[in-house]
């Protein structure tokens, strides 16, 4: 049997800053374009401040009120810090964002009261010792014990098959249902989570969203179990939680998934970590699994993130059937560098090639966004392949023996005896495909200058200089070829790569962008 402990600690976002329950204070945040309160001290709360007024409103009550500004991830950081010492107990341990954290301390076929109930005090004594003052519940259903532990202080230990009796008297607000659907069943006179349970399943089914759904099956005390990951701070982050019937609405996958990503984002802080890839299946009936692979670009944390790239590529596959159960995998976890981009700002002109290029890999395709990379051929236009982006191990030997060949060439004995490493020729990084015959006028010179003007975009442009010649031949078992190339440049600025073959001038490509 499956036992969770969970412990709350109301006080937490605010003890945290160092404000005490004696002091007024409350915690802020900009919510709907006003800073809005997100958690008070009992002072605070005692003169009528409450969550979600705006800071002004809270003035209005107490002039004198302290602010502090949240930092969401200083705040998820120290609450992961905090969640380590359930290690104590558990290998298998998760923070609840914002304020509580929980612990898997039992998978025995009977429970076993006392042994529970020296955990918990265990535990409330650690955390006393650390300055915070903890509800602290055990429960079969780790969802049921957060929500005793925030609405009933005075139950500690919910025995097996309890759970249902436990939380019908708790306020239907306990459930922290959408406000929309909050208000439909005040107004219909449903007033304890035990009058919510009391409605058919149908009914909820056919009327409420996905958010209501999950709730009313914790009412009825048919919750889903989760199996928490052991605590580990190496190798892949994998989540898997099993639907309790087929899904296949995106709503109620999105719903699951969204808890997925906060916990597995929540085990990256802790351990100083990002991702910059996911993996997500879905175990669909008959054994048969449908599997989706992102890259978020730059490594990143920030579950709002994460959840955005994986809403927009769900609205564009359809899975093969109901999913039963999901998993959620960061295949190569990697150390957090303190910077990561928000999806949510508008103005991406910050926004890394990497962020860029994955962002267009998750809606195109990982092969439809390429790189050039360089090979060892003669000819100009054939010295180059597409691979994909961010493909970093060379895939054909030629690519690698050439590698080889240059790390051998620089040789530091060769060096120091006379003979360097002569420079690298100057390419333009734009080539046509195919290369542009043009008409040109005889420079004064052959050596020097052999055109004076060419004809280019519908128009006579003359030449301001021209350096070179540089001769490139060669692949004489295929299709022999031998030019003369000459940088070139134009009296509008722009310059050329211009070359000479069979008695006519062809531009190759542009230096200018």
Not at 329 to 343: E, K, N, S, V
């Amino acid at each position: 049997m499956f036992r969770y402990l969970v412990a709350h600690i109301p006080t937490f976002r605010l003890d945290r800053c160092g404000w005490t329950r004696d002091q007024a204070a409350i915690l802020v945040s900009e919510q709907k374009n006003a800073l809005r309160v997100v958690a008070a001290t009992q002072k605070a709360s005692r003169h009528g401040i409450r969550i979600g007024m705006t800071v002004a409103a809270a003035r209005s009550h107490l002039p004198t009120i302290e602010t502090e500004l949240l930092n969401p991830t200083d705040e998820s950081t120290d609450l992961s810090a905090l969640t380590e010492q359930l290690l104590r107990i558990s290998p298998a341990i998760a923070a609840l964002p914002p304020d509580a954290m929980v612990a898997e301390v039992s998978r025995q076929p009977e429970s076993r009261a006392g042994h529970e109930r020296a955990l918990v005090e265990r535990i409330r004594i650690r955390l006393h010792q650390l300055g915070h003052e903890a509800h602290i519940v055990v429960a079969s259903d780790p969802h049921t014990a957060l929500t005793v532990a925030k609405w009933s202080p005075r139950t500690n230990i919910i025995p097996p098959g309890e759970e249902r009796t436990t939380l019908a008297s708790l306020p239907l607000a306990a459930l922290e249902l959408p406000p929309p659907e909050h208000s439909l069943l005040t107004g219909l006179g449903l007033s304890t989570i035990g009058d919510f349970a009391a409605l058919p399943p149908s009914t909820v089914v056919g009327r409420l969203g996905p958010v209501s759904i999950t709730a009313h099956a914790l009412a009825s005390g048919r919750a889903t179990t989760p199996t928490i990951t052991p605590w580990s701070k190496d190798g892949p982050l994998v989540l898997r939680q099993d639907l309790p019937a087929p899904v296949s609405e995106l709503d109620a996958l999105l719903f699951v998934i969204n808890a997925l990503v906060r916990d597995l984002t929540t085990r990256l802080v802790t351990t100083g970590q990002a991702t910059s890839q996911l993996q997500l299946d879905f175990g669909l009936g008959g054994g048969r699994y449908q599997s989706i692979h992102l890259r978020l670009g730059s490594p990143t944390r920030d579950p709002s993130i994460i959840l955005e790239r994986i809403r927009h590529r769900l609205e564009h596959i359809k899975l093969g059937g109901p999913a039963l159960h999901l998993t959620l995998t960061l295949p190569h976890p990697t150390l957090f560098d303190g910077h990561q981009l928000d999806l949510r700002d508008p103005l991406r002109t910050d926004e890394t090639i990497d962020n860029v290029t994955a962002r267009l890999q998750d809606a195109l395709g990982y092969r439809s966004v390429l790189s050039a990379r360089t090979i060892p051929r003669h000819r100009p236009e054939g010295a180059w392949r597409p691979v994909p982006f961010g493909t970093t191990i060379p895939s054909d030997p030629s690519h690698a023996a050439q590698s080889l060949a240059l790390s051998l060439h620089n040789d530091p004995v060769d060096a120091w005896l006379g003979h360097p490493e002569p420079p690298q020729p100057d390419r333009p990084p734009i080539l046509l495909a195919p290369p542009q015959t043009v008409e040109i006028e005889p420079g004064p010179s052959k050596d020097l200058q052999p055109v004076s003007a060419i004809h280019v975009d519908g128009r006579w442009q003359a030449v301001a200089s021209m350096r070179g010649p540089e001769q490139i031949s060669g692949e004489w078992w295929s299709k022999p070829f031998q030019r003369t190339y000459w940088k070139t440049t134009l009296e509008n600025g722009r310059t050329a790569w211009l070359y000479r073959e069979h008695g006519r001038w062809v531009v190759h490509g542009w230096w200018d962008r």
